[in-house]
């Protein structure tokens, strides 16, 4: 399966050490996730995506990126394919305007179920799908759904509606794939839908099976006495409905001051546009792999 980490900051701050030098980054990831990388970072709430089919560790592309990279809204992805070949379409993030996204996850028997989740795109969004896999095709399916609650191509949509819109397409979604899977390491023959899923203001992570953290504050802030943006929620945890400097989120804890919370399947974190928190948590069908 792949790996994610998605990153959202009241500063413009760089992502080197979390990509390429911390324990569990994604670099060293890599290794056992070779199929590619993508990344996406947020200008002026405008993605610039940059993505290569070669291994993340052995590309110097990506070292160079993510030494140079400083934006408020990051997400990377490093892919261990399941489905379609290796090819920058295939290759996440995914982006449709503004939106972007990065996923962990499978739909077992894809093929046999490929043309109702298709059915469940919004027209406006089918001539998009431009590659073969099955997380590109749950992007676009999670985008309509969206839209159905607040104008997609809006800059600053509310929280509470695109979530409200993630929950519906992912009930959808299991109503035509059957029950997730709960396994961390993942088997391809079940289904998953981890995903991180940003505008650039707007960012949400859902743990669809995989693992997923987040993480909000530090146990003591390096910087503490030189940013002028600390406050005490950079060192205290927080709770729905309040503000906070950071989210973070990654497949697994990266090493560091940062606190590590794991989200339990089918918990959705997030962040709206002035970096208020919420956590929401659906009720799906999920099922324990044990093997």
């Known amino acids: 399966m792949c790996r994610i980490f998605g990153f959202r900051s009241v500063l413009f701050s760089k992502v080197h050490t979390s990509l390429v030098s911390a324990e569990n980054a994604l670099m060293g990831q890599s290794r056992r996730h070779p199929d590619g990388w993508g990344l996406v970072y947020y200008i002026a709430d405008t993605p610039h995506v940059v993505k290569s089919t070669v291994t993340a560790e052995s590309d110097d592309l990506f070292r160079h990126v993510s030494g140079i990279v400083t934006s408020q809204t990051v997400l990377a992805h490093i892919r261990k394919a399941t489905h379609g070949k290796l090819t920058l379409l295939n290759t996440h993030p995914f982006q449709y305007g503004r939106?972007?996204?990065?996923?962990?996850?499978?739909?077992?028997?894809?093929?046999?179920?490929?043309?109702?989740?298709?059915?469940?795109?919004?027209?406006?969004?089918?001539?998009?799908?431009?590659?073969?896999?099955?997380?590109?095709?749950?992007?676009?399916?999670?985008l309509s759904f969206i839209n159905k609650q607040v104008d997609i191509h809006a800059q600053l949509p509310e929280l509470k509606l695109v979530m409200e819109g993630i929950s519906e397409a992912v009930k959808r979604i299991c109503e035509i794939v059957g029950e997730l899977s709960v396994k961390d390491s993942g088997i391809p023959s079940e289904n998953y839908l981890t995903f991180v899923i940003s505008n650039g203001p707007i960012m949400i992570a859902m743990n669809g099976g995989m693992s997923l953290y987040y993480s909000t504050h530090k146990n003591k802030c390096p910087e503490r006495e030189t940013c002028s943006s600390f406050a005490a929620s950079c060192e205290s945890a927080a709770v729905a409905d309040t503000k906070v400097n950071h989210l973070i989120i990654s497949s697994e804890p990266l090493q560091g001051e940062?606190?590590?919370?794991?989200?339990?399947?089918?918990?959705?974190?997030?962040?709206?546009?002035?970096?208020?928190?919420?956590?929401?948590?659906?009720?799906?069908?999920?099922?324990?792999?044990?093997?």
């Open 99 to 142: 939106w972007t996204f990065a996923h962990n996850g499978n739909i077992k028997n894809f093929d046999s179920v490929k043309k109702a989740l298709i059915d469940e795109v919004a027209p406006e969004f089918k001539p998009y799908c431009l590659g073969e896999t099955d997380s590109e095709l749950i992007f676009h399916l999670i």
């Open 258 to 291: 940062n606190v590590w919370n794991k989200l339990n399947p089918g918990q959705l974190v997030g962040v709206d546009s002035s970096m208020k928190l919420a956590v929401r948590t659906n009720s799906l069908p999920f099922i324990k792999v044990v093997a």
